[in-house]
Nanobody, 120 residues
């Protein structure tokens, strides 16, 4: 079955950088939109950034200019480069992808989440 595996989370000081990676595996024919979301306790999961199959990107206002999303289609992998991290960026980060396994339908899949903690 399809699985999304994230890596790259951890603890960093304010002003530091981290790069998250997400790789999709399984019987995948195509991936359209790839994205990153984050969630803190008691709050709804929120969109951080997404990138379409054509390379168009969209960012939450709170991360514009600091985070960059990119994708490597050959590897079914996408990345989130996070610079100038702030304590308010602390959250569990989830990757997400809209993909098809048989061309008949597209479904959304989620990774298991990776913790990012920014200390002040």
């Amino acid at each position: 079955q399809v699985q999304l595996a994230e890596s790259g989370g951890g603890l960093v000081q304010a002003g530091g950088s981290l790069r998250l990676s997400c790789t999709a595996s399984g019987p995948i024919f195509s991936i359209s939109t790839m994205g990153w979301f984050r969630q803190t306790p008691g709050k709804q999961r929120e969109l951080v950034a997404h990138i379409t199959s054509s390379g168009s990107t969209n960012y939450a206002d709170s991360v514009k200019g600091r985070f960059t999303i990119s994708r490597d289609n050959a590897k079914n992998t996408w990345y989130l480069q996070m610079n100038s991290l702030q304590p308010e960026d602390t959250a569990v980060y989830y990757c997400n992808a809209d993909l098809t396994t048989d061309w008949s339908q597209w479904k959304g899949y989620w990774g298991q989440g990776t913790q990012v903690t920014v200390s002040s």
